[in-house]
Structure formats: C-alpha cells, structure tokens
C-alpha cells in the first residue's frame, strides 16, 4: 500500500511561484520502483497531465501548457517528489494531485497508468 500526501498548494498572484511537494510511504513501498507524475484538476473537467518524473530523476516530460515553468524534481533519499511552479497564471488554477506508477515512458499522459494518488492539495492564481 502507498500512500501519497501532497503539501505547499495555497493562493498567489498571478506571476508568482509555488513548490509543490509529495512524500510518499507505505510498509513495503519503494520510492525508487515508481515513477512520479503530477496532474491538475478543475471541476468538471478530466483529469490532465502536468509533468512525470522516472525512477531516477534523470527524465522528465511536460504538459506543454507548462513547459518552461515548472520543474519536476524528486529526492529518492526523502521519499519525495517536487513541482516547481514558476510564472503562474490564472488557468493554473486547480486541484494539483501527484501519483504513482510502476511504468514509466515519455509521453504518457494517462492517469490510468498510475495505480496511487494523494489526496490533492488547492492551487489558486489569482489575476
């Protein structure tokens, strides 16, 4: 069982900057086995894609409506992995989710591929 546990979501103006972070456990659970990856939601509308990371940390993909401004990054030592959100803008705004999978390929934008979620933690940009 993994549990996942997002932190750092908050209210900023727009062009500000936010670090979202994901700490994840579990009795048996390693962190390196998973690659991460981070979605948004708004309501009602499906789940999207916003960045993954592999095992490693040495790759990384990005929804193009945030490449450029944020960072994915994660810490195998801490059990935890980062979004870096830099120049935010109002459709930005949503729910930010971070998950799990035991697959990992560039180009993967499905959640169905990822077998953990947190709970979500609240982004909102204000114009």
């Known amino acids: 069982q993994v549990q996942l546990v997002e932190s750092g979501g908050g209210l900023v103006q727009a062009g500000g900057s936010l670090r979202l972070s994901c700490a994840a456990s579990?009795?048996?659970?390693?962190?390196?086995?998973?690659?991460m990856g981070w979605f948004r939601q708004v309501p009602g509308k499906e789940r999207e894609f916003v960045a993954a990371?592999?095992?490693?940390?040495?790759?990384?993909y990005y929804a193009a409506s945030v490449k450029g401004r944020f960072t994915i990054s994660r810490d195998n030592a801490k059990n935890t992995v980062y979004l870096q959100m830099n120049s935010l803008k109002p459709e930005d705004t949503a729910v930010y989710y971070c998950a799990a999978s035991l697959r990992y390929y560039s180009g993967n934008y499905s959640p169905g591929t990822y077998s953990a979620w947190g709970q979500g933690t609240r982004v909102t940009v204000s114009s």
């Open positions: 579990g009795r048996t659970f390693m962190f390196i086995n998973y690659a």
């Open positions: 990371i592999n095992y490693s940390g040495s790759s990384t």
